[in-house]
């Protein structure tokens, strides 16, 4: 039995989902204006955990739409004629707006999802629609609205009626909304504002000169313009999952104004009481204590941290270390110590895959099953990855590869590859056979015979240059072993 917490109900629910043929879920993604950063991949790594966990642990199939936000602010600026953005990649800018934000995104999008490969989340399992392909299905849902009395149209824009949806509805069901701070009657045009903004908020954007912009017949007038972000997902969710689905996830920043505005454009226009059953919302993550900011200096993406050295895999190791619900916290030091961490694992794999003898002898029972109920028992509460991994090293501690039989070895080898279908942070493989060349040999067998004629500065002198070269030199009783650092 699978438990999760639920904004909607601020409490951890046991989860079913609603239909038998599996999970509908819904995760809002990345505006595609450039290179994904690292908070964006803690906030995109939480809908892949859980995706994992609900098909590995929980059984169920799973449907995972992420959208794409190829129309809003940023990436209308970005891509506009003289924007210092532009690069050669996207080809030549053009004289119409349109066509430029087709380029301008359209290379985002690829850039983006392949970060989030490189982050061992499955793109390949989910399906994402870019927000300008559904403009149709957002026009009809923002007259659906008007025509039950929830919106108007201003100025050549369209806003939601806050006012009129409240006297019928709970606007505030995610987000704890002070109604005194509503301001009734004034509108607003910008995507994204605070709790201290509550007011009638844009459906539809009346067209500026040199944007992008569809026409758009409603109440008996054209008027130009472009859909507002909040509107994307509900139309793109309605579409391509049906109301309601079972759970819609997002970065706590999204709980309000955008995924309220959300669910009451749903209720208004598609006439269902919930969007999602589930509204599952991730932290933040901070850099060495402090919001990551361009201005403080601390401010990475994720190619930032390969060029430094970093593996990606090893961020996503140290992230799954912090529960969801928390703030994680990102330092050097830690990726430093996720990194042992995730060496031990692995090494741990190998040994287990050579006591076991083979990658595939299929295990039915052993020690494995314990693994996989301990780690499966964590993560059914609530996606608890910290303690999913704690799990694995008590039982790693518990059962030392040398002392498994054969037939164990390879339960735990089916267990691993069970287990890390969800983390997704080892090889299940054998250990590669090191190719020693042969300089690095020679050096070896020199410094040995040093060694043996007790001529300890040479001895040490050709370790360090073989330290130099990559390789550690390791002293055993009769003889050495060498190792890659790579
Ligand atoms: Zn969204």
Redesign the pocket.
Known sequence: MIRLYNTLTKSIDPFAPLRDDGVRMYS?GPTVYDVAHIGNMRAFLFPDVLQRTLRVIGGYPVRWVM?VTDIDDKTIRDSSVGSTRWRAEMGEQTSDPMENLRRFTSFFTREFLADLQTFGIEVDRMTNPRATDYITQMQELTRDILAAGYAYVSDGSVYFNVAAYSANHTYGRLFAIDTQNFREGVRIDADEYDRESVSDFVLWKGRKDGEPSWDFEIDGQNVPGRPGWHI??SAMSQNLLGLPFDIHT?GVD?RFP?HED?LAQCTAGYHVHDQASFWMHNEFLEVEGKKMSKSLGNFYTMRDLIARGIEPIDVRFAMLQAHYRAVFNFTFDGVTAARTARAKVQDYVYDVVDVAGSLHASASDGVGQQLIDTVGQALADDVHTPRALAALFVFMNEHPARALTPADAASVVDALRVVNEVFAVIAIEERPTLVVPDDIRALAEERWAARAAKNWSESDRLRDMLSASGWTMKDGKDGYTLESAK
């Open positions: 809002c959208n994307e997902c997002g999204l955008h959300e």
